[in-house]
C-alpha cells in the first residue's frame, strides 16, 4: 500500500534520517518511537508529501488518499459543529454558498434583471452539486456525528462551546468523511483526558483504514499498535507486536548483537596478536600480511547502541515529615456556577504516591494549585503536616527560566555546590549532552525548556512534590528515567497526568475527582480500574433491580386494580 525505501533527510543543522526503510499494509497500526529529534514527525511530514526526502522515495499508488491529523487540530471556533464538518466537502461547499447567493438575488429581483440568466446558472449549480453527491453530505455527517459521540443537538452548537478533546474529535472526523486510504496521527492524546484517550483508542481499532501513529503514550501505543518502527541514530528497524513485545523483541536483538560482537572482537584481538607476532618473521611473514588483509575486509559489528535509560536520576534525599503530610476538610470551592469542590475530604500521609484523576475541567490543576498556596478555595481547610517541605511543578513552569543564561548557568548559578562534572552529568541524564549546555535558553526547544524547568525544580530538597503534567514534552526514556526516580523517592508525590503508563508505575494510591468529592482509592492504577469496573458492575445490577421493582410494583398496582373491580 505504501512503502518508504531508503530515506534521508538532512537539514542544515545535521542528518536526521540516514536509512529508513518500511511499509504499510492493509490492517497495520504502526507506532513510531525514537526518542526526541529522531524523526518521527518528519517521516509523517514526508509520507505526506509536506517535505521532500534528501534521498530515497515514497512507493504508493497514484490514487492513494493520505490524511494527516497534526498536533494542531484545524477547527474554526466560530462555526456549528455541523457546518465544520461540512468545510471537507470543499468543492460542494462553494456551491452551495453560490446557490444561496443566487436565491438572496432571486428575491430582489426587478423587472429589469435576467431572470433566466440566474436559473439557468443555479441549474448548472446543482447538476453540478448532484454529481459530487451533495444531498448525500449532509447524511454522511449527520451518521458520522454520533460515531464520534456527538448528539444530535451538538449539531448546531459552535465549535468553541467543546473542551480540547472534542474539537479533536472533529478534527478527527472531518479527516475520515474523506474516507483515506491512510490515516497519520502526531501524538493524538496531547492534552486529552483519560476518558477520551480511552474513546479515541476505541474508535481507532473499530475502523479499519491502515495508520501511523506518532506518540510517547506507551499505553497508548501497547494497546492500539500491531507493529513498532523504532528510529534510533537516523535508522529505522521494524518489530511486529505492540509496545511491549517491542521491548521484549529489542533486547533479545540487543543481546545477540552483543554476543556477536563479542565474539568478533575476541576473533579480532586473536588475529590481530598473530598478525603482530609473526609481522617481521621470516618464515611466516607471508601468512601475517594475508591475515592483516583478511581482516581489514571483514564487515566489522557493532557494539549495541546504549540505552539512555541506563542513566539514572535520583533526588535528593527527603527530609523528614510528620505522618500527615496534606489535610483537606469540607473544601468547598466554585467558579461561578460550576461547582468543582463540595464539602470534600482528604487525607495524604507521608510515602503516599498519589494520581488526582478526572476528566478535563473536574479542577485536578486548580487543588495542585490550592495545595501549595497559590490560590484561595471558597470554605474549608487545607493544612500541610509537620516540617513539610513542599515543590510544585506547573505545565508552564519552563515561562519562568530565565531566557538569557545556558542551560549550564541556569542549574550551576542555582546550584553553585555542584561541580562542573556532576553539573554536566545531571544535565546529560535530562538529555542535555555535547554543547547543548552552553546553548542559550531562548535558543532551546519547548520540550528542552520544560526539561529543564523540571530538572531545576526537581534539584530543590522537598518532601512533598506537587507535579502537573511533568510528562509533557518528555520522550520515553526520559518519561522512564522520571519514572525510576520517582520510585526510589522517600517523600510524598501528587501528579497530575493523563499518562497511563506513567500513573501505573508510580502511583500506589488514585484520587478521582468526581461529584465535587475526592474519592480515594487505596491501591495502583489497575486497582482503580477494577474498582469501577465493580462499581459500574453494581450500579446496574442495582438499575435493573429498580428496574424490576418497578414492574412488580406497576403488577401489584394493576392486580390490586382489577380487585377492585371484582
Given at each position: ?8 533527510k538532512?537539514?542544515p543543522?545535521?542528518v ?17 518511537v525514537g526518542?526526541n ?9 514526508i509520507?505526506a ?6 534521498a530515497?522515495?515514497?512507493?504508493k499508488?497514484?490514487?492513494?488518499h493520505i ?8 477547527v ?8 465544520e ?8 461547499c462553494?456551491?452551495?454558498a453560490?446557490?444561496?447567493?443566487i ?8 423587472p ?5 440568466k440566474?436559473?439557468?446558472?443555479m441549474d448548472?449549480?446543482?447538476r453540478?452539486f448532484e ?12 451518521k ?5 459521540g456527538?448528539s444530535a ?7 468553541k462551546?467543546f ?12 479527516i475520515m ?8 496521527l502526531?501524538?493524538p492524546?496531547?492534552?486529552?483526558d ?14 479499519k483504514v491502515?495508520m ?6 506507551r499505553?497508548?501505543?501497547d494497546?492500539?499498535?500491531t ?7 537516523g535508522?529505522s528497524?521494524?518489530y ?7 521491548l ?9 548483537q552483543?554476543?556477536a ?5 575476541k576473533?579480532?584481538d586473536k ?8 609481522r ?10 594475508s591475515?592483516e588483509k583478511?581482516?581489514?575486509?571483514v564487515?566489522k559489528?557493532d557494539?549495541?547502541v ?11 534525599p ?5 505522618r500527615?503530610v496534606?489535610?483537606?476538610s ?7 456556577e460550576n461547582?468543582?469542590?463540595l ?8 510515602g503516599d504516591?498519589i494520581?488526582f484523576?478526572g476528566?478535563?475541567?473536574a479542577?485536578?490543576?486548580?487543588l ?16 500541610l503536616?509537620h516540617?513539610?517541605?513542599p ?5 508552564n513552569?519552563?515561562?519562568a527560566?530565565d531566557l538569557?543564561k545556558?542551560?549550564y ?9 555542584m561541580?562542573?562534572e556532576?553539573?554536566r552529568?545531571i544535565?546529560?541524564?535530562f538529555?542535555?549532552?555535547g ?21 531545576k525544580m ?8 506537587l507535579l ?9 526514556p526520559?518519561?522512564e528515567m522520571?519514572?525510576?526516580a ?12 493523563h499518562?497511563r ?26 486497582y482503580y480500574?477494577?474498582k469501577?469496573?465493580e462499581?459500574?458492575r ?15 410494583a406497576?403488577k401489584r ?9 371484582k
Amino acid at each position: 500500500m505504501l512503502r518508504l525505501e531508503h530515506i534521508q533527510k538532512i537539514y542544515p543543522t545535521g542528518v536526521v534520517l540516514k536509512d529508513v526503510t518500511w511499509e504499510v499494509k492493509p490492517g497495520d497500526r504502526i507506532g513510531l518511537v525514537g526518542v526526541n529529534g529522531a524523526g518521527k514527525s518528519t517521516q509523517l511530514r514526508i509520507i505526506a508529501g509536506e517535505i521532500e526526502p534528501t534521498a530515497g522515495q515514497v512507493v504508493k499508488p497514484s490514487d492513494c488518499h493520505i490524511a494527516y491529523l497534526t498536533q494542531e487540530f484545524e477547527v474554526e471556533p466560530g462555526r456549528s459543529v455541523k457546518s465544520e464538518f461540512w468545510q471537507v466537502f470543499t468543492e460542494a461547499c462553494q456551491i452551495q454558498a453560490e446557490l444561496a447567493e443566487i436565491h438572496q438575488q432571486m428575491e430582489k429581483l426587478t423587472p429589469d434583471d435576467d431572470f433566466d440568466k440566474l436559473l439557468k446558472r443555479m441549474d448548472k449549480l446543482q447538476r453540478k452539486f448532484e454529481a459530487l453527491n451533495g444531498y448525500e453530505l449532509d447524511s454522511r455527517i449527520d451518521k458520522i456525528l454520533p460515531e464520534l459521540g456527538f448528539s444530535a443537538t451538538d449539531a448546531d452548537r459552535q465549535v468553541k462551546e467543546f473542551s480540547g478533546g472534542w474539537q479533536m474529535r472533529m478534527s478527527l472526523g472531518k479527516i475520515m468523511l474523506q474516507e483515506p486510504d491512510v490515516l497519520l496521527l502526531d501524538e493524538p492524546t496531547n492534552h486529552l483526558d483519560l476518558e477520551t484517550i480511552e474513546w479515541l483508542e476505541g474508535y481507532l481499532k473499530g475502523i479499519k483504514v491502515p495508520m501511523v501513529i506518532v506518540s510517547h503514550d506507551r499505553e497508548f501505543l501497547d494497546r492500539l499498535c500491531t507493529q513498532i518502527v523504532e528510529t534510533e541514530r537516523g535508522v529505522s528497524q521494524t518489530y511486529l507486536g505492540n509496545y511491549s513485545t517491542y521491548l521484549t523483541q529489542k533486547e533479545e536483538t540487543k543481546a545477540a548483537q552483543q554476543s556477536a560482537f563479542d565474539r568478533q572482537q575476541k576473533y579480532l584481538d586473536k588475529q590481530q596478536v598473530f598478525v603482530e607476532k609473526f609481522r617481521a618473521s621470516a618464515t611466516r611473514s607471508t601468512q601475517a600480511k594475508s591475515r592483516e588483509k583478511l581482516l581489514d575486509k571483514v564487515e566489522k559489528i557493532d557494539a549495541p547502541v546504549s540505552n539512555v535509560k541506563t542513566l539514572r536520576f535520583r533526588f535528593p534525599p527527603a527530609p523528614r515529615s510528620g505522618r500527615v503530610v496534606v489535610e483537606i476538610s469540607d473544601l468547598t470551592h466554585a467558579y461561578g456556577e460550576n461547582i468543582l469542590f463540595l464539602g470534600a475530604d482528604l487525607l495524604i500521609e507521608k510515602g503516599d504516591r498519589i494520581a488526582f484523576v478526572g476528566p478535563n475541567g473536574a479542577g485536578k490543576s486548580t487543588l495542585l494549585r490550592m495545595i501549595i498556596g497559590h490560590e484561595p478555595h471558597n470554605e474549608g481547610e487545607i493544612k500541610l503536616g509537620h516540617n513539610v517541605l513542599p515543590g510544585y511543578f506547573e505545565q508552564n513552569q519552563a515561562e519562568a527560566l530565565d531566557l538569557h543564561k545556558t542551560v549550564y548557568a541556569t542549574i550551576h548559578d542555582d546550584f553553585p555546590k555542584m561541580t562542573n562534572e556532576e553539573v554536566r552529568t545531571i544535565l546529560g541524564t535530562f538529555l542535555f549532552s555535547g554543547d547543548t549546555v552552553f546553548k542559550e535558553v531562548v535558543a532551546t526547544s519547548g520540550g528542552e525548556k520544560a526539561r529543564l524547568a523540571l530538572l531545576k525544580m526537581l534539584l530543590n530538597p522537598m518532601n512533598l512534590m506537587l507535579l502537573d503534567e511533568p510528562t509533557n514534552h518528555l520522550d520515553i526514556p526520559a518519561k522512564e528515567m522520571l519514572e525510576e526516580a520517582l520510585q526510589a523517592y522517600e517523600g510524598t508525590v501528587i501528579i497530575v497526568s493523563h499518562d497511563r503508563y506513567f500513573i501505573s508505575q508510580v502511583a500506589t494510591k488514585i484520587v478521582e475527582l468526581r461529584d465535587g468529592e475526592l474519592r480515594m482509592y487505596d491501591g495502583d492504577y489497575a486497582y482503580y480500574l477494577s474498582k469501577l469496573d465493580e462499581e459500574k458492575r453494581e450500579a446496574e445490577y442495582k438499575k435493573q433491580q429498580a428496574a424490576l421493582e418497578a414492574k412488580r410494583a406497576a403488577k401489584r398496582a394493576k392486580d390490586k386494580e382489577k380487585r377492585k373491580k371484582k
